[in-house]
């Protein structure tokens, strides 16, 4: 049993940082690629950031480029977001996926098999 447990969300004001973490169970973690969306209000679940196995290569949403920061620690099974200079429009709940094993794109929500329950990121103005 797979389970992802998100932390650190919380109210913050524009231009403040949060970093959130998402703890795995089990020991594959280091075998799978890993990635955050999140979902506003009203909409769809969008692509934020994902990481390799070995943490080698990253990917980014245009709107995260340059202010988030995805990393893993393999030897503690936790994936992390560090995201700076927080805007009101990255308001939203954020999910930690872990990749299909032979998963396609890294952009896709379709090609992670498990979800965390997701952790609430308010920004305010």
């Known amino acids: 049993q797979v389970q992802l447990v998100e932390s650190g969300g919380g109210l913050v004001q524009a231009g403040d940082s949060l970093r959130l973490s998402c703890a795995a169970s089990g020991r594959t973690f280091s075998s799978y690629a890993m990635g955050w969306f999140r979902q506003a209000p009203g909409k769809e679940r969008e692509f934020v950031a994902a990481?390799?196995?070995?943490?080698?290569?990253?990917y980014y949403a245009d709107s995260a480029k340059g202010r988030f920061t995805i990393s893993r620690d393999n030897a503690k099974n936790t994936l992390y977001l560090q995201m700076n200079s927080l805007k009101p429009e990255d308001t939203a709940v954020y999910y930690c996926?872990?990749?299909?094993?032979?998963?396609?794109?890294?952009?896709?929500?379709?090609?992670?098999?498990?979800w965390g329950q997701g952790t609430q990121v308010t920004v305010s103005s």
């Open positions: 990481i390799t196995r070995n943490g080698g290569a990253t």
């Open positions: 996926g872990r990749r299909a094993l032979y998963g396609g794109s890294y952009y896709r929500d379709v090609e992670y098999a498990y």
